[in-house]
């Protein structure tokens, strides 16, 4: 898995505007309620993967294989907010900011996908995060 994160990290800083960092964070499987504790508690919300930002680890969905391209986007979108956190975007907790990490994230989530040939879209997964409510 360290030299497939390596490689992804390459990607995601690349086209993020980000130094590239020496080292990958922790990568590890969770189940969907693992990760849903942190990004929806108590819902029943989408979620592949999950980096936590004050343990610097990424956790993906535990039947995610790593050759599926969808997945390493996944991995690539978390990687995408590991740069933030190590370049100190994630300092600043209100949803604005939070929107924005995420966007970037999707962005450059989308490009790794049609840089490998695969027509994405990933709108609708975006318009899932709002700052109401």
């Known amino acids: 898995m360290e030299q497939l994160c390596l490689s992804l990290l390459a990607f995601a800083a690349q086209l993020g505007g980000y130094d590239l960092p020496a080292e ?27 980096y936590i930002y004050a343990e610097k680890r990424l956790l ?5 294989e790593e050759k599926n391209l969808f997945t390493r986007s996944v991995i690539v979108h ?7 956190d190590l370049n100190g975007e994630a300092e600043d ?22 840089a490998n040939y695969y027509r994405a879209d990933l709108r609708p997964s ?5 700052c109401s409510g």
């Open 60 to 64: 993906i969905e535990e039947s995610l």
């Open 126 to 130: 975006m318009n899932l995060y709002t």
């Open 93 to 114: 907790k209100n949803c604005e900011a939070h929107m924005l990490r995420e966007r970037v994230a999707f962005f450059v989530q989308e490009k790794f996908l049609r």
């Open 24 to 50: 990958c964070p922790v990568i590890e499987k969770a189940t969907t309620a693992v990760l849903r504790e942190y990004v929806c508690p108590n819902k029943a919300c989408p979620v592949a993967g999950v």
């Open 78 to 84: 978390e990687l995408v907010h590991y740069l933030q």
